[in-house]
């Protein structure tokens, strides 16, 4: 039996990102991963915060802290009030807790979406996330991760602590929330076109111009560079870092998308009525890359086949 070297406090344990943490706990053995869920712990309320982490059995070395309320461009359009209001609860509790309860090292999930819509240049780099206003679509949940990457600093310099805020683009993979309506674009599509191939004149609509780049990272990759600036210390300071691969545009993701579904693409209709939301949100891997050169990202290709392959095994019990 190992001496279990550090305790790991996941929240969002059950999220995209924390079910792949999960399924690659294993490859660190000697740290005790704890995936915190919804039901063990409310995390916008501060009371139910301080009685879960005051308990004997709920001390932590670390934390992973992905839990948020997210969504994708059409419910972000909806709830930018909630998407603000209860994101900075969650974030504020989570540090506060941090601090009384001596968590001295931890990972912070921000997005990339939080970044300027107008920036004074591409691609965007780790200084740049306070250059200019968010796209209005979802400022609520830009400013509340915003403040988030505030306070990490403050908390550093003030405290010592070693916070360290990491940078997705858009994720997707398994695990993820299916919703068709809050979903993000991967799995809303997915979803959305699965139930169309099992009718005989299936319409495949895809929504906005399909102009838009993004950037696509699968979440099991993230969840190995989590583990590994957390444990491996080859990151040596605590500055945000950005995890991002290649861009492509809506319209060549959903080619590929449909590929991997054997749905042709010609049988996509665009429907032009619908939000683009931001047109382009590039931004820059080049620190990832000189701390980790030999990561090898998973191509957006072999992604959507894998997440179409969970997708279809675990229709009974996915998130949607
Ligand atoms: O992932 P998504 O919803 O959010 O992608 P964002 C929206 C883009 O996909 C827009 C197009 O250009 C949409 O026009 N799209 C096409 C669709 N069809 C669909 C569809 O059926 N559903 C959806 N959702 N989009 C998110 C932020 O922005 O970025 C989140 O809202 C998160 O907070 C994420 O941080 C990283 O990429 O626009």
Known sequence: RFFIIMRIAVTGGNGLVGSSIKAIAHQYPEHEFVFLKRSDCELASRMAVMTFFSSAYNRFDCIIHLAAKVGGLFMNLDSNVEMFSENIKINENILFACKKYGIKRGIFCLSSCIYPCNPS????????????????????????????????????????????????????GPYDNFSIKNGHVIPAIMNRFHGEKAKKDGKFTVYGTGRPYRQFLYAPDFAKIICDVLLDKKYDNTEPLICCNDETTIKEMVGTLAESMDISVDKLEWDTSKSDGCMKKTVDNSKLCKYYPEFKFTSLQDGLKETYKWFCDNRETLRQ
């Not at 200084?127 to 403050?154: F, T």
């Open 121 to 172: 240049r591409f691609p965007m780099d780790e200084s740049m996330i306070h250059e200019s206003p968010p796209h209005p679509s979802n400022e609520g949940y830009a400013y509340a991760k915003r403040m988030l990457e505030v306070q990490c600093r403050q908390h550093n310099k003030a405290y010592g602590t070693e916070y360290i805020c990491v940078v997705p683009v858009n994720l997707y």
